[in-house]
């Protein structure tokens, strides 16, 4: 598996990013025709997740009684939205933070009203609630998932990864790395204009039942990239520098779903996998 390695500024990447994508306006598309989702609770007629979805409903609820869908990939079992819990499973408030703050959570463009379908985004001392680096699979870190879940490693989004490559149902006839639309929600991308790319022909997103959501970042409080990317964060620091750490990546402009590393004070999107 190819990885993106992102090391450059971060405003300056985010902002070459912004360039590729045309803005379209986010609307939530629950107007397929899908009846049924197998798997551990089959009969949900959820329209939000195609038919190709394993789909288990109020698989979680956090600390503050939100309740979340889960989706069985391979062998995981993963959150179906980004987590958007403002205490630790401990009832622990993690405090909001503001402009030229780090280690706190931050709303996605710095708007309350996104976190419902957005989620909050954490820096990854909060994702990780102070635990040591992990790549092992599954991680034992917990961190700010709640019980019961955990903070997938660089391991786990591998093993995710390379899941779906094998399988035909995620990826263009040809193109077994294109897996980036699979997980991708139908709808809040901006436009992108490659054939394949997550932000092209929406509509063709998440087979997966993923329904990855472009939550952008923040950097001391700075928000930026929303509705053009979303980053998760893993357990796993990047060897070569201490203060960096690897997250998932997934750009309205692109077909791949891709392992990049980013400074531990940038605020991303969380995903639970199930313990």
């Excluded at 939100?66 to 401990?90: C, E, F, P, S």
Aim: proline letters at 6%.
């Amino acid at each position: 598996m190819k990885k993106l390695f992102i090391l450059g500024i971060f405003l300056l990447v985010s902002l070459t990013m912004m360039t590729a994508c045309k803005k379209d306006t986010p609307t939530p598309n629950n107007s397929n025709n899908n009846t049924e989702n197998p798997g551990e609770d089959p009969g949900t007629n959820n329209p939000n997740y195609p038919s190709t979805a394993v789909v288990i409903s109020n698989a979680v609820t956090d600390y503050d009684g939100n309740t979340y869908d889960a989706v069985k990939i391979g062998n995981q079992v993963w959150m179906a939205k980004n987590l958007r819990t403002k205490h630790y499973a401990d009832g622990t408030l993690i405090p909001a933070g503001a402009n030229g703050m780090i280690n706190y959570r931050f709303a996605p463009n710095n708007n309350e009203e996104n976190v419902p379908e957005y989620g909050y985004l954490y820096s990854w001392s909060v994702a990780m609630n102070n635990a040591n680096s992990s790549n092992a699979n599954p991680s034992g870190v917990q961190g700010v998932c709640p019980n019961g879940w955990h903070l997938p490693s660089e391991a786990e989004w591998t093993q995710l990864i390379n899941y779906m490559e094998s399988q035909s149902i995620y990826h263009p006839d040809g193109h077994p790395d294109f897996i980036a639309k699979a997980l991708a929600a139908t709808w809040g991308w901006n436009e992108g204009y490659n054939t394949y790319a997550v932000g092209n022909d929406q509509s063709a997103n998440n087979a997966s039942g993923f329904s990855a959501l472009p939550a952008g970042a923040c950097n001391l409080g700075v928000c930026i990239g929303f509705g053009e990317h979303a980053d998760f964060w893993s357990s796993t620091s990047y060897p070569d520098l201490d203060n960096y750490a690897y997250f998932l990546n997934i750009h309205c402009y692109n077909e791949k779903a891709a392992l990049g590393n980013g400074n531990k004070s940038i605020a991303n999107s969380v995903r639970c996998v199930r313990d």
